[in-house]
């Protein structure tokens, strides 16, 4: 039982995805309370002039060591009976299998043209096969 608990322990893995929207001085919250930054949160959604960008804080595991590559992949509006789509490449190095923190961050120009995301997924990569996964509940 104790090793099956260890294995499953160093499987690859996102565990979780918080996207954050960002406010024009690169903000998520006015302070470290989580009251504060849920509150500012819906202040950003209800008032999206006020937005300069999206940050995803993603809680991951590689399982081994190595160079493995984060991808967040972005659904937005419909436009011409196209699907916007974005996908943000980040390269990241596991030295051991413990969890760890990654910031991806979608800002500037471009997040304003692409306009409300409206499903996303975060997927761990090592060449060209995918580790693990975790995505909104939208994703198609």
């Known amino acids: ?6 294995a ?5 893995a996102v565990t979780k995805v918080l996207p954050h929207l960002l406010d024009k001085d690169g903000r998520n919250a006015p302070s470290p309370s989580l ?5 500012y949160q819906d202040w950003l959604r209800k008032n999206p002039e006020e937005q300069s960008g999206l940050r995803y804080d993603i809680h991951w595991r590689a399982g081994e060591a190595g160079e493995f590559v984060l991808k967040v992949e972005l659904l937005g509006r419909v436009e011409q009976g196209k699907v916007n789509r974005k996908t943000i490449e980040t390269p990241v190095t596991s030295k051991q ?3 760890r923190w990654t910031a991806v961050t979608f800002a500037g120009e471009e997040f304003k043209q692409f ?3 409206v ?11 995918m ?10």
């Open 97 to 99: 299998s413990r969890l």
């Open 119 to 129: 499903a996303w997924r975060v997927s761990l990569w090592k060449g060209d096969q």
């Open 131 to 140: 580790f693990a996964k975790h995505q909104s509940f939208l994703w198609e």
């Open 115 to 117: 306009g409300p995301v």
């Open 35 to 39: 009251f504060d930054r849920d509150a």
């Open 1 to 6: 039982m104790v090793l099956a608990g260890l």
């Open 8 to 12: 499953s322990a160093a499987s690859p």
